[in-house]
Nanobody, 124 residues
């Protein structure tokens, strides 16, 4: 049974940084591409960042490019999301997800396993 557990969320001020972590179990982590999504109140869940399994290619939504960095540590079965220069519009529940896609998945349907989410709140 695949389990993904996010941590690291919290309440911060605009301009601050946070690092989210997601630890996976029940899967061969190194063979999965990983992604982060977020869902703001009353809005759909949207793609934030992804990292592929083979060559660790990273890719981002335009709204976070240059401020967020995704990385992975296969020895720890963990994917990270470093978030810098946070803005109030980054406030959301952040979810990590795992994908068997061989490409650069960005759609929710590309990801078969999901964590429970961690809240990030950015005050102005």
């Amino acid at each position: 049974q695949v389990q993904l557990a996010e941590s690291g969320g919290g309440l911060v001020q605009a301009g601050d940084s946070l690092r989210l972590s997601c630890t996976a179990s029940g899967l061969t982590f190194s063979t999965y591409s990983m992604g982060w999504f977020r869902q703001a109140p009353g809005k759909e869940r949207v793609f934030v960042a992804g990292i592929t399994w083979r060559d660790r290619t990273t890719y981002y939504a335009a709204s976070v490019k240059g401020r967020f960095t995704i990385s992975r540590d296969n020895a720890k079965n963990t994917v990270y999301l470093q978030m810098n220069s946070l803005k109030p519009e980054d406030t959301a529940v952040y979810y990590c997800a795992a994908s068997r896609s061989r490409f650069t998945p960005t759609l929710m349907a590309d990801f078969g396993s999901w964590g429970q989410g961690t809240q990030v709140t950015v005050s102005s």
